[in-house]
């Protein structure tokens, strides 16, 4: 399963740290690329496959894809609005809408009428639009300023321009000012946002997600990674004109095959003492900390069907993350990875240096980089805890800094509010805010009196902050008093301090909102830190560098991943894994062969019945040699006639290391077969009103 | 508190890897150096403090002077054999002694009269009695040998000397060959064994560990972490003529301060090679692997009060050992670390390649070594997870292994068979394996179900090990099959298939033993590759870098630890803390201002009832510039008068870089002052029974 690009907002996201990108690797091999829809590498595309794709091709592939908020990719599949995406993409969804009597991440889901599709609290849709260039406007902002004045003038232009394409139309409207090229190029996304977001169907979590955290990551796979949704306008399915529609039979050995979604973050193109910091300071301490959640969250999951119930979802990206996170480090911790970019580094450097002119203007770029890494490895651990959250794991913790920040943020002007409150932000925040997912207390208060502990321990028992947060108490008594004292699992509540403002607010005495208000300086003093010192510097003259790699190797390349909207193209094949070939498909039939009886291995019982009924030589799962990364989740696989062929839910264990560099000889993507989704569809589930549709739509 | 030195045997001793330790840095700093005590470095004593040891004096130590078998130093304090030490060398047998209705380790433990006095099921205390040479001997049988060859001759020859030198004595002699400056030296150590060794007391764990995992490691710091242990002979009080009596005040600011005690290992001298794989294979691993059980565990402990308590050791060695790592691989992530060894390694070089003879000899060892550390990346994760155990996590796996092994080993002539089941080491392991200290079944399961997970994730669920042992079982009911069906909790059972040999093992069905019979091959193969393509590459290598060495700077250095004793000089003195200084003292005034009522900074009640009584000004803990590591643990730390002025129990957060280098300014050693033993036993604990011994002997 890849890991989702953005850390979810309300459990894991660790504060705002988004890893500088920059340009895109040079010398690419015939598959690397995640390219933006109005920059395709068109003449590559003609050359290695004989593809000409017109505008309307590209208008109706870009208006059929949709990003989920939250962090994943989909594709409306039906003019009726029926959206395709993975199922670990939903799952949080299937988790909220379940009971302590109805497990439906254990039974899966199914709407038989149109009338049962439940609607997910915190799902959002966006579907993109329009991209227009804002380049000139940006650089003109910040022209000649440094640290913390060019980021207080970046920020507050974007806000300004992303304020006047949302216009009055919040509801439908969201729009996005994406940094490419890290500072190359400023493009403005307008989306079409759809909220109200249901459920339609998810397979039982055991086939969706078949042989578990061990086969995460691997090939050959065997999983069902579907979960469908509708995106409803005005109570109603959306209609909406671009679609794909499924291919009849799937794709071939060695077929051309694209990928449109949004890969999140790489870091193809970091410096080597960015590379070292992310090796050192960000994976590692990530990784230590998230090994003990997972213990523990396991553990506590042992205890009962409640506990297990309700901690399902954290357990699950949380070792999702590490697998990726475990795949990360070991790509940086081969020496011969950095021998390849100290020896790419060295001839940018020396490119520079030959000339007087490009040695003044890029010459100090690396130096000032590395000397912000080490500003960097300074605060890392603060900055993280304190701002990140990782010493306040808990959704009312959340809940009461967004309060708490967003009464103060408001009564400030658009342009210089923290951004997560700027206006064309607030829809997302506030849909987050006021949704009625449950949130459990007897879970939070073992996250938030284990976090508690974290913080005491990395920060130390004598740090003044420390001792400021825990006084006399101990971590489990602080949590369980809070938790018991809180009001802020109501939504109605949450809302009310909403609107209220900062009268509402100064008014509460709810623990959390008091336990956010003091701790909201030091957190904030952390993020400033990190933006004018860090951030600052390594946009400042990363955007240095992405100009001199365009002075030397000229502009056909493609920018590092942003959660923006790409396309990658590749063909059906597998790969040589240390001398044993791996052939590009499973079959249904080796499901069955796999299974032992046992979780993570034990077929649904929806399954196991039907197995007479299903054609056990369907193609299960495919590999290809697109170019994705976290964030891809969900995406569809589509032919040159813009036709699913399948769905894109996970790469293979070499595929971790993408994030820094791609390996076409062993990187490869996986996705489902469009045909076993049609097949389990019917066979299964006898889901005919979906299948219909999805059959319906294919025909039109 | 500091690690101890060796993993514990049966639950976490991960194989027998011990990194190669090669000889000590040049350019030492006063207090630098862990020196043997054949060749302590008078000229240096002399000129630093005035202070010229006599061979008397220097005898007088080493006999006065213990080491805990399981990893610990301690010192006789009275003629009637009684024992300093820490409480957390002698914490599992206070776990063991303990039983669901008394908790020793929570509530303390005194025995007010001499039969009182408990027997600790696992421990061992060793006296070095002589020191001889053995180089010419070790080094003859492997002139000219590689590979397997020289490691089997080696360990032949070693195993011959030891023999020898224990001749018909095992119940009291123990003999090993210990390598120093990594085969420059060879030394035979001869120890009398103390077997038969009872609990004294032990204060309760809130105080001997106050401030728990936060404050570990830190200082300023309050911890009464002592235990009295007694050895005896022939079922009485051993009467021993060498013992360190207390002195009457303690050490004062800058006074000379000497530590006696069995460092367990530092890597000071390895190659660049070397360290960066410690850095990304050997820390990483065992930080994640630990971290994961840490969290896993530490919620298992909420479950109840057994849990709790039959988990205890585990948790607490598991957090001590991960905050040692930590400390240690954030040294190894310095970037000036690796410029410093860098440096170093390149000046030896030149050196070497200066000369062409030496050239020829020397020049190719960097090379070989670091050609080993790729064999060992490939190898590291297998070797670990099933040579080293950390894919079956349990007590009654490693009785099996013993067993099954040792009927296969004791077979062979002593020369050929594994190290720890030659005639030499066979008494501590008998009395491991033959104990009768108390295993959990429920903790069993949880732990060997949670490793066993681990190994399939580590390895992959499709690697052939793992599809042997697992085959269509799950980990967890595999793992309580196993624990259900086993009898290997029973002594008696364990001691019958010890003697009954390969005929018992054979006809055991014992599910842990069949599963020991069917892990062992690959164990074994995988420790041979270890053995033979690294270790043995290393230690030839690492003998020819000692010899450039020794060519370059002479032979007034101190060799790399090795857990055989050694005395360290050092003096009392605080250190400065990014700006502020750190004063060498505590007194127990400061003990209960810092006490929050909460664990793990809740006082005991016996403290709190005693506050009255007790001197609010007598010093409580202090820190020296003496260099230790793990290992040192319960060491004495003793005047020139050979009097005991603190024990050892701790070194501060930069003491943990120890064990790579010394870095004077911030290196400190943290001991409990000898005046606030005494004040503790008296107004605290009543102990007057071993208050007073301790006073007649200081008194003698």
């Known amino acids: 399963m890849k890991s989702i690009a953005a850390d979810r907002r309300r459990r894991s996201r660790a504060g705002l740290a988004v890893v500088t990108a920059l340009l895109a690797p040079l010398a690419a091999s015939a598959a690397e690329g995640m390219w933006t829809l109005d920059r395709l590498p068109l003449k590559h595309l003609q050359a290695e496959y004989g593809f000409a794709p017109d505008a309307a091709w590209v208008q109706h592939a870009q208006r059929s894809a949709v990003r989920i908020a939250g962090g994943c990719s989909g594709s409306f599949v039906t003019p009726q609005g029926l959206v395709m995406t993975n199922h670990h993409c939903v799952r949080e969804c299937v988790q909220q809408i379940s009971t302590a009597k109805k497990d439906y991440v254990a039974a899966g889901f199914y709407a038989t009428e149109l009338k049962d599709e439940v609607q997910c609290p915190t799902i959002e849709l966006n579907r993109l639009d329009r991209i227009s260039d804002v380049t000139a406007r940006v650089k003109k902002a910040t022209a000649g300023l440094q640290g913390a004045e060019f980021s207080k003038a970046q920020k507050g232009e974007q806000s300004k321009i992303e304020a006047e394409c949302v216009g009055d139309d919040k509801e439908h409207t969201r729009c996005d000012v994406v940094e490419l090229y890290h500072g190359g190029v400023y493009d403005l996304y307008k989306y079409h946002r759809f909220q109200d977001v249901r459920l339609v169907f998810a397979p039982e979590e055991s086939i969706a997600f078949f042989g578990g955290d061990p086969d995460n990551f691997n090939f050959p796979r065997y999983d069902l990674d579907i979960g469908l949704l509708r995106a409803y306008e005005d109570g109603k399915p959306a209609q909406v004109a671009d679609y794909f529609p ?38 590692v301490s990530r990784l230590l900390y998230g ?49 390849v970019k100290r020896k790419e580094e060295a001839e940018l450097r020396a490119y520079v240096n030959a000339n007087p002119a490009r040695k003044a203007k890029y010459g100090k770029a690396w130096d000032e980089i590395a000397q912000a890494q080490g500003v960097y490895r300074d605060i890392e651990t603060r900055w993280k805890f304190i701002e990140g959250r990782r010493g306040f794991q808990s959704d009312y913790y959340y809940f009461a800094r967004s309060l708490v920040r967003g009464a ?21 925040l506030t849909q987050d805010l006021l949704s009625n997912a449950p949130v459990y207390p007897e879970f939070e208060t073992v996250r938030l009196g284990w976090s508690l502990t974290k913080l005491r321990e990395w920060l130390g028992a004598d740090d003044p902050f420390v001792r400021q947060v825990l006084r006399k108490e101990s971590p489990e008594d602080m949590a369980a008093r809070l938790v018991s004292g809180t009001k802020l699992g109501d939504p109605a509540v949450r809302k009310a301090l909403w609107e209220g403002g900062q009268a509402a607010i100064d008014a509460s005495d709810d623990p959390f909102i008091l336990l956010a208000k003091q701790t909201d300086p030091e957190a904030r003093a952390l993020r400033k830190r990190y933006e004018y010192e860090v951030e600052a510097v390594e946009k400042k003259n990363a955007e240095l560098l992405a100009q001199a790699r365009f002075d030397k190797y000229g502009t056909s390349v493609y920018p590092d991943a942003t959660f923006t909207l790409r396309l990658s193209d590749g063909v059906v094949k597998g790969w040589d894994e240390k001398g044993q070939p791996v052939p590009p498909f499973t079959d249904i039939a080796g499901a069955f062969e796999r299974a032992t009886g046992f979780d993570p291995f034990k077929l649904p019982e929806s399954w196991v019945k039907a197995k007479d009924r299903l054609n056990s030589a369907q193609r299960f799962d495919f590999v290809t040699t697109n170019d994705i990364i976290g964030g891809n989740s969900g995406s569809p696989t589509i032919n040159r006639k813009a036709e699913i062929v399948g769905l894109v839910f996970d790469g293979n264990i070499e595929s971790l290391g993408g994030a820094f560099w791609f390996d076409e000889r062993v990187n490869r993507t996986v996705a489902v077969h469009s045909g076993a989704i049609v097949e389990a569809l019917r066979q299964v589930y006898s889901a005919e009103r979906i299948a219909g549709e999805i059959e319906a739509a294919r025909k039109n």
Chains 1, 2 share one sequence.
């Open 408 to 428: 103060a943020e408001r009564g400030k002007p658009n342009a210089e509010r923290l951004r997560e409150f700027t206006e064309s932000a607030l829809p997302t």
């Open 291 to 339: 090994s003990e959640a997972r213990g523990l969250l396991n553990r506590f999951a042992e205890e009962g069907s409640e506990p297990a119930r309700t901690s399902e979802s954290e357990r699950f990206y949380l070792e999702n993350g590490i697998k990726a996170l475990k795949g990360e480090l070991q790509a940086l911790l081969d020496p011969k990875v950095f021998d």
């Open 246 to 283: 499924f291919s009849a039979n799937g794709a071939e050995a060695g077929e051309l095959t694209m990928v449109l979604g949004h890969p999140g973050a790489t870091q193809r193109q970091l410096t080597v003492a960015q590379l070292e910091r992310l090796r050192d300071v960000d994976l």
